[in-house]
């Protein structure tokens, strides 16, 4: 009788792998298409479903910068009867829109950068109020909107001070 055999440990990893490596790329086949970001349409389309304080945008974005990639709304239940409180109802009290740098871009030293706003009347407080090297407040009528750096990269937002701003999806030069 001869003695078992062992496996080696590089064949149980190189299984390991195939089995993680195809099943990250099943995923990937059946993950229906994400929303195209740069669809002026699209964007207006996910931004209508919710009522309350609108997102500002910048009209044109800094070099190196790419279309916003997320857009997260917050509610703010102040007002509301705690026990009567529906997010799936209330209107929006801020919103955080999220710009990366294009690929090749984070290479050149760009941030993450974030946009946020909320309701100037609420007592909860969504969007930093420090204002320094990486943080700028800037005002669209009564709106206050705070531009943060949401990661490593260059401390100078010279760039973001002087954008143009808007809540009008239409004068978003950035989408098509």
């Known amino acids: 009788m001869s003695p078992p055999r062992?496996?080696?440990p590089w064949a149980v990893g190189g299984v390991v792998a195939m089995v993680?490596?195809?099943?990250t790329i099943w995923k990937d086949m059946s993950t229906p298409d994400l929303p195209d970001l740069h669809d002026r349409e699209v964007v207006r389309e996910r931004l209508s479903k919710v009522d309350g304080i609108r997102p500002v945008l910048p009209v044109t974005l800094p070099l190196g910068y790419d279309v916003a990639r997320d857009y997260d709304h917050e509610y703010s239940s102040d007002d509301a009867d705690s026990m009567t409180f529906d997010e799936a109802t209330a209107p929006a009290t801020s919103w955080s829109v999220f710009f990366f740098p294009k690929e090749g871009a984070s290479r050149d030293g760009l941030p993450v950068v974030?946009?946020?706003v909320q309701a100037p009347d609420i007592r909860d407080r969504f969007c930093p109020?420090?204002?320094d090297a990486t943080h700028l407040q800037r005002q669209l009528?009564?709106?206050t909107v705070t531009i943060s750096?949401?990661?490593p990269g260059r401390r100078d937002m010279a760039a973001w001070s002087a954008v143009e701003l808007?809540?009008?999806?239409d004068e978003v030069t950035w989408l098509q």
């Open 6 to 8: 062992q496996v080696s």
């Open 20 to 23: 993680v490596i195809g099943g």
């Open 114 to 116: 974030i946009f946020c």
């Open 129 to 131: 109020e420090q204002v």
């Open 141 to 143: 009528g009564q709106t």
């Open 149 to 151: 750096r949401a990661s």
């Open 166 to 169: 808007t809540t009008d999806l």
